[in-house]
């Protein structure tokens, strides 16, 4: 049986780039993956020839000097991704039922103030003063800067400052505190939980820069799997962890459903800690230290409509839409039964196909996981990853995606007749297809009012076993990647690896 230095549990992105980052500095490790495509939230699924991401729809900070783009560099991916630079003047855009304005999120931090401020005459200064926050708030997380620094992670200040409560601080203006919130469906933002840092590490980074991954995201995984392979790594499908076995204190080996063993000296987690612990059995882990991981809550999940266009019937939109029905973002993810839905996101990914036109529009919104739990006992099976869990499902699904479509029609009247097919996903699916607990869309919610109780160390209590992953540190690729950093930084040092990749 071969032994490993290092088996990583599941091929998302932070179980990648771990794997990258250690096969590069010479250890032999070995990814194993649940599911036949690689990638947890990166995969792409395909339905009439038209592309969907399952969760990378646009991605920050990838223009030359910035953090990611140096990260992509290190490694060997980013003069090889296909990216299309989306609208410099209004990336995002948030929209409200009572008007007719589309408020701009711009790139460029002079540019966001110069548009939302001739959007807003009179808020200038206070536009400029959020900026300044904003940018202050993401200097006091010097890994996000690629900077070498043994301070941890998280500077003290700014952890238990709330996100609404200081956008509320910078104007009194009701609209505008909205239009700068308008976004956190990208961080499933809750006005009685979200910390500032959670707001201000994701709003950074797209207003730094904003790109959609032409023909989808997966391309990020096929070319970190390829780099990983050609450095002797290995990376397998299939391969669905069901125990993870300590001895004398130590990881030994993990058990798949197969009843295979796979052996190796260290082992990296890229699934949620709860879940890590559930396939964990060891006596050495406290009580507590497992309760305290199953226990935290998760962000969100969400409802989302998957829609193949007619071809040459809807042009692209270099944008992406937040919208709400009214005047309180902060709260849209609470709301569910017949209020639903608060909102919704638009998001229309870029085919090579065509510059003009699109192929597929997709729209999600925030759901609870209430909403789906009666049907929580049917599974998606491997290996067709259809879902079949019942008429009554698939009744819920059509309603929702109704109700969303009639929302989403009253901004864009013509897309009814521009649908050729539509597929849906609850947060049932991302519990299947992804293991995300309760669906969450992207793992534990942070909570300014405890914040070290929702930071999750790479480091777990037995010494050979580690976390990666969007848990541990914060979501999205740039989050993830930060992560992968601070895990394998517990192999090679951290600054070691900091200097590695500013060199790259
Ligand atoms: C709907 C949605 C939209 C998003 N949009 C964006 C966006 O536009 N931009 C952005 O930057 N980020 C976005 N994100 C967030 C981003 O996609 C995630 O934060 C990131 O991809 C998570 O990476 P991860 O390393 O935590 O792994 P995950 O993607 O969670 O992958 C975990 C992997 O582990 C595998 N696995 C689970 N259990 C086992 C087991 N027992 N054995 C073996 N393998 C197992 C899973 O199959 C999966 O492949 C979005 C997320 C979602 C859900």
């Not at 250890?27 to 993956?33: S, T």
């Not at 780099?227 to 962890?241: A, F, Q």
């Not at 125990?243 to 459903?257: A, F, N, P, Q, Y």
Request: with cysteine; glycine share 8%; charged share 25%.
């Amino acid at each position: 049986m071969a032994q490993y230095d290092v088996v990583i549990i599941g091929s998302g992105l932070g179980g990648l780039e771990s794997a990258y980052i250690l096969s590069r500095e010479g250890y032999k490790v070995c990814v194993l993956e649940k599911n036949r495509q690689l990638g947890g939230s990166l995969q792409i699924f395909v339905r009439d020839k038209a592309i969907f991401d399952t969760g990378i729809h646009y991605i920050g900070g990838l223009d030359d000097g910035q953090n990611l783009n140096q990260c992509f560099k290190y490694f060997n991916i980013m003069d090889k991704l296909h990216l299309h630079r989306m609208d410099n003047d209004g990336f995002d855009r948030i929209t409200f039922d009572d008007d007719e304005t589309e408020y701009k999120h711009a790139q460029g931090y002079d540019n966001f103030v110069e548009q939302l401020s001739a959007q807003f005459p009179g808020e200038r200064e206070n536009l400029i003063n959020y900026a300044k926050h904003i940018q202050e708030v993401c200097n006091y997380f010097p890994l996000y800067q690629l900077k070498q620094d043994d301070a941890p992670i998280i500077g003290t200040k700014y952890l238990d400052v709330s996100a609404k409560d200081f956008i509320a601080s910078i104007t009194p203006n009701l609209r505008l505190q909205n239009v700068l919130a308008g976004s956190n469906p990208l961080y499933a933002g809750d006005g009685a939980k979200t910390p500032l840092y959670v707001h201000a590490l994701v709003v950074n980074t797209y207003i730094e820069s904003s790109y959609k991954c032409v023909n989808g995201g997966a391309q990020i995984e096929k070319l970190l799997t390829k780099n990983i392979k050609s450095m002797g790594g290995e990376i397998r499908n299939y391969s669905e962890v069901n125990r993870i076995v300590e001895k004398d204190g130590l990881i030994t080996h993990v058990e798949l459903t197969t009843g295979e063993h796979v052996e190796g000296k260290h082992f990296i987690s890229n699934i949620h800690p709860s879940t890590t612990m559930n396939l964990l059995e060891s006596d050495k882990i406290k009580k507590a230290y497992k309760n305290r991981l199953q226990g935290l809550d998760n962000s969100s999940s969400a409802f989302i409509v998957d829609i193949v266009l007619k071809p040459g019937t809807f042009k692209f939109l270099n944008h992406n839409y937040y919208h709400y029905k009214r005047n309180n973002v902060w709260d849209s993810v609470h709301v569910h039964g017949d209020a639903w839905p608060d909102g919704y996101c638009i998001f229309v990914p870029k085919s090579s196909k065509s510059d003009l036109y699109a192929d597929s529009f997709t729209i999600l919104s925030y759901m609870r996981y209430d909403e789906v739990k009666m049907w929580e006992s049917t599974f998606a099976t491997i290996p067709h990853f259809r879902e079949s869990r019942g008429e009554a499902y698939e009744d819920f699904k059509r309603d929702r995606a109704e109700r969303l479509i009639h929302e989403v029609a009253k901004k864009f009247p013509e897309i009814r007749n521009c649908i050729k097919s539509y597929t849906t996903s609850s947060p049932l699916s991302y519990r299947d297809y992804i293991g995300a607990k309760d669906g969450g869309l992207y793992g534990i919610a942070k909570d300014y009012h405890d914040p070290l109780r929702t930071f999750i160390s790479p480091k777990t209590k037995i010494p050979n076993l580690l976390f990666t992953g969007q848990n541990l540190n914060m979501h999205g690729v740039l989050g993830v990647t930060v992560g992968a950093i601070r895990t394998c930084g517990e192999f090679v040092g951290q600054n070691y690896l900091i200097g590695e990749i500013n060199k790259a």
